[in-house]
């Protein structure tokens, strides 16, 4: 059975490669959006300027995300982050009818009863953000520095698969890009190859 939902629902792609007009590039400025939050409120890239910001594409019906919010591990990142400072928006870019998509009342619902700890959950119904990152796959993660720079993009962890029992084992590129920035150096992966399940366009 894993097996066969690896062989359908694994994704493995680059980001930031420069060779795509109007995808965002690691070390450039990020592409800045207008989302809504689960509760109606608008969230502006532009309006964290200052502040780090991770962005974290989720669909919580991806066996590569349920081993991480599963685990634990998700929610102990966001709320290690969110204590610091940092801006964390997870992003819901899965089309109607498709799974992952939700309404606002399953997404607050979902979010509380995996004790989820992202500063908001954002729909991307026009897929415009999505493309814009060129993100691919869930989860498909991005660090923002306060100047506005893209400075990660990629896969949450170095070791791509759903196995909960690989989180320990793997380096994660996430955190990894946060401390390297806040400690002044750079990042040693600032771009990585995204693992997970395909992001539902329509």
């Known amino acids: 059975?894993?097996?066969?939902?690896?062989?359908?629902?694994?994704?493995?792609?680059?980001?930031?490669?420069?060779?795509?007009?109007?995808?965002?590039?690691?070390?450039?400025?990020?592409?800045?959006?207008?989302?809504?939050?689960?509760?109606?409120?608008?969230?502006?890239?532009?309006?964290?300027?200052?502040?780090?910001?991770?962005?974290?594409?989720?669909?919580?019906?991806?066996?590569?995300?349920?081993?991480?919010?599963?685990?634990?591990?998700?929610?102990?990142?966001?709320?290690?982050?969110?204590?610091?400072?940092?801006?964390?928006?997870?992003?819901?870019?899965?089309?109607?009818?498709?799974?992952?998509?939700?309404?606002?009342?399953?997404?607050?619902?979902?979010?509380?009863e995996k004790n989820a700890a992202h500063t908001a959950l954002l729909f991307d119904g026009e897929f415009e953000t999505a493309r814009a990152y060129g993100a691919t796959a869930t989860p498909h993660m991005f660090v923002i520095d306060p100047e506005g720079t893209l400075i990660y993009g990629g896969a949450i962890d170095s070791i791509p698969t759903a196995k909960v029992e690989d989180i320990e084992k793997a380096e994660n590129y996430v955190l990894a890009a946060l401390d390297a920035s806040k400690a002044g150096k750079p990042v040693k992966n600032p771009v990585t190859r995204s693992y997970g399940c395909p992001i539902k366009f329509p």
Not at 63 to 90: C, E, H, N
């Open 1 to 112: 059975m894993f097996v066969a939902v690896l062989a359908v629902g694994l994704l493995v792609g680059w980001i930031g490669s420069g060779d795509s007009a109007g995808v965002a590039e690691v070390g450039k400025p990020a592409p800045d959006f207008a989302l809504t939050d689960t509760n109606g409120k608008e969230h502006k890239l532009s309006d964290y300027r200052g502040k780090y910001v991770v962005l974290e594409w989720v669909n919580h019906g991806c066996p590569f995300v349920r081993k991480f919010y599963g685990s634990g591990t998700m929610q102990k990142l966001q709320k290690q982050a969110t204590d610091d400072g940092v801006i964390w928006l997870a992003i819901n870019s899965s089309a109607p009818g498709t799974q992952g998509n939700m309404t606002p009342e399953e997404a607050n619902r979902v979010s509380k």
